[in-house]
């Protein structure tokens, strides 16, 4: 009879659909480095520690390298229907080495050695999506370079309210991913604690070192508490949170460019390469990599309530309800990955359409406040100068000109603080370019904006 690894109790074997409802290799296969790694550095505590010999050691080292090379070379198929991956390269080191294989599990559970896996492998992958985050805002960061003067209309409820430069809305995004690459750096400080050595839940009578696993595996310091150790995934929900906000941030971004290669707005235009066609309207170009970040947004959100819903009712230490938490996670892993991935580039190869921007920008009285501002620093207090200004503008809209059309004397009418160099005071690159203060649209306050990306690019 084919036994589990720990059939030893049982005398019947499993029923073929629980086991497969029970195995999670399709989902932890994904881990078999982290695996092995975390293997070969509790081998290493257990030879140093007297606990197996010099020549098991050698043994294990050999057997878990040469498996994990030949996964990697695929000379080695992983088996579907083992339990798990933790189980399999036991298995598979047991089979080459009879000996030595059976060995390796002193001083260890899988409840210790899983957390160990998850924790080595997001450690990884929180590595990668810092880097594709910071490739992205550098890729902003080119962009907004390059259009300090391209002016647009800044919006609020999706109305024109105030010019701005398609710099300063792109510099908007760098501040928001910024704060996510924080959060991920924020994170992998609390994940990176080692769990391995707390074993099934409550630690073992053998002499362990687990300082020294811990350092060996790049950790700061083992887990304090060994039913915390295999408990604990926190750190999960915290990168699942993480990515939440970054997917946020990207379909927030996703509905602009959506909006913006639109012919209503046409202010960008997306490369072939990065935009698809229909299969019946022979006009169409369709931004579907923002539209599918936009989606995928929802698994992102919906990975987070699966971790804290998963977690709220286990008692300590270790259930199987746990083993779901890989699929989640690793999903929000893969998803962000692959957004950030193609994001970056679509941004950097569309074409910014500055003219159509500007234009936008002369009509919806945008410096309908500059035109406030104008009487207000005359002496008007600013909410008599707010009412004239509306006035202004609403015979504005009657007439079907702009600001800039009207007539002095019609200004005069409303109010004699108004000269000729009102038409200064309300032309699109004063309103901008008086913008000067930190953290607003002008081109000197866009330039130490840029100086602050710049340096955290460098860091
Ligand atoms: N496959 C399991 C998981 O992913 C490994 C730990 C199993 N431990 C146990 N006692 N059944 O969580």
């Known amino acids: 009879m084919a036994q589990n690894l720990w059939g030893a109790r049982f005398s019947k074997e499993l029923d073929a659909l629980v086991n497969e409802f029970n195995q999670s290799i399709k989902v932890d296969s994904l881990m078999y480095k982290q695996d ?8 290493e505590m257990l030879c140093k520690q007297g606990i197996i010999t010099e020549s098991d050691y050698q043994d294990i080292v050999d057997g878990l390298c040469s498996i994990r090379d030949d996964i990697t070379s695929g000379a080695l198929k992983i ?38 896996d998850v924790r080595l492998y997001l450690r990884e992958k929180t590595g990668s999506l810092m880097d594709e985050l910071k490739n992205l805002i550098g890729v902003i960061y080119e962009v907004a370079s390059e259009n300090t003067d391209s002016v647009m209309p800044g919006y609020t409820h999706l109305q024109r309210a105030q010019p701005v430069t398609l710099a300063h809305h792109l510099l908007a995004y760098s501040a928001m991913f910024m704060r996510d690459y924080d959060r991920l750096a924020d994170t992998q400080k609390r994940l990176n604690f080692c769990p391995i050595g707390s074993c099934a839940l409550a630690g073992t009578t053998y002499n362990i070192d687990r300082a020294f696993t811990a350092s060996k595996l790049g950790f700061t310091a083992p887990v304090f508490n060994s039913m915390d150790g295999v408990s604990d995934r926190d750190f999960c929900v915290e990168l699942a949170s993480d990515i939440a906000l970054i997917m946020m941030h990207l379909s927030r971004f996703s509905e602009e460019i959506i909006l913006w290669s639109s012919w209503e707005f046409k202010f960008i235009e997306l490369d072939d390469s990065y935009s698809t066609g229909s299969s019946i309207m022979p006009q169409k170009k369709n931004p579907d990599i923002a539209e599918l970040v936009r989606g995928k947004t929802g698994r992102a959100y919906g990975n987070l309530i699966t971790l804290l819903t998963l977690l709220k009712g286990i008692p300590l230490a270790y259930n199987k309800d746990m083993q779901e938490d890989k699929e989640a ?105 008086k913008r000067t203060s930190e953290g607003a649209p002008s081109k000197s306050a866009v330039e130490k904006q840029l100086s602050i990306v710049e340096s955290f690019l460098n860091d």
Do not use: W
Request: glycine share 6%.
């Open 329 to 433: 996670i690793f999903d929000s892993v893969e998803t962000a990955l692959i957004c950030l991935k193609v994001f970056a580039p679509m941004l950097k190869t569309m074409t910014v359409l500055k003219e159509n921007m500007a234009k936008a920008g002369e009509k919806g009285f945008i410096n309908a406040t500059d035109c406030a501002d104008y009487l207000a620093k005359k002496g008007m207090p600013f909410r008599e100068a707010y009412k004239i200004s509306g006035q202004l503008v609403a015979l504005c809209v009657s007439k079907g000109i702009t600001l800039n059309q009207l007539e002095l004397q019609e200004y005069k009418k409303m109010s004699d603080l108004f000269e000729e160099d009102i038409y200064e005071a309300i032309d699109m690159l004063t309103c901008l370019n």
């Open 79 to 116: 088996d579907m229907n083992a339990e798990d991956i933790h189980m399999f390269i036991e298995g598979e080191l047991t089979k080459r080495y009879p000996v030595a294989g059976k060995k390796l599990h002193t001083a260890r559970s899988r409840n210790d050695q899983v957390a160990l």
């Open 36 to 43: 092995v790694e975390g293997s070969l550095a509790h081998a």
